[in-house]
């Protein structure tokens, strides 16, 4: 029912910054939460940020101070501001949203097809 569409990756150099865009395919009124979650092959999925319809945002330690995640209501986009990138950061990034609550750590039921963010001199 909910369709996510991520873009905005591309290569950038360490200390550079990204922006990404999750468009959604209705009202994020309907989405009790959004987040952001990366792969890298071979490793396990990372929570980094997650933003509840109610205003509460939380962030994963390894992200903390460089990362902003926000949502535009009007234009039914989710947003992940990437500050001060580093090598590890390097990964797919997915936007990842639920119709209702979860706690930390559990993903929603719906998942865009990621975008590739690549941090390297």
């Known amino acids: 029912q909910v369709q996510l569409v991520e873009s905005g990756g591309g290569l950038v150099q360490p200390g550079g910054s990204l922006r990404l865009s999750c468009a959604a395919s209705?009202?994020?009124?309907?989405?009790?939460?959004t987040s952001w979650y990366r792969q890298v092959p071979g490793k396990e999925r990372e929570l980094v940020a997650r933003?509840?319809?109610?205003?509460?945002?939380n962030y994963a330690d390894s992200v903390k101070g460089r990362f902003t995640i926000s949502r535009d209501n009007a234009k039914n986009t989710v947003y992940l501001q990437m500050n001060n990138l580093k090598p590890e950061d390097t990964a797919v990034y997915h936007c990842?949203?639920?119709?209702?609550?979860?706690?930390?750590?559990?993903?929603?039921?719906?998942w865009g097809q990621g975008t590739q963010v690549t941090v390297s001199s």
């Open positions: 209705g009202s994020l009124a309907s989405l009790a939460l």
């Open positions: 933003s509840t319809r109610g205003g509460v945002i």
């Open positions: 990842n949203a639920d119709t209702v609550w979860q706690p930390w750590g559990v993903a929603g039921d719906y």
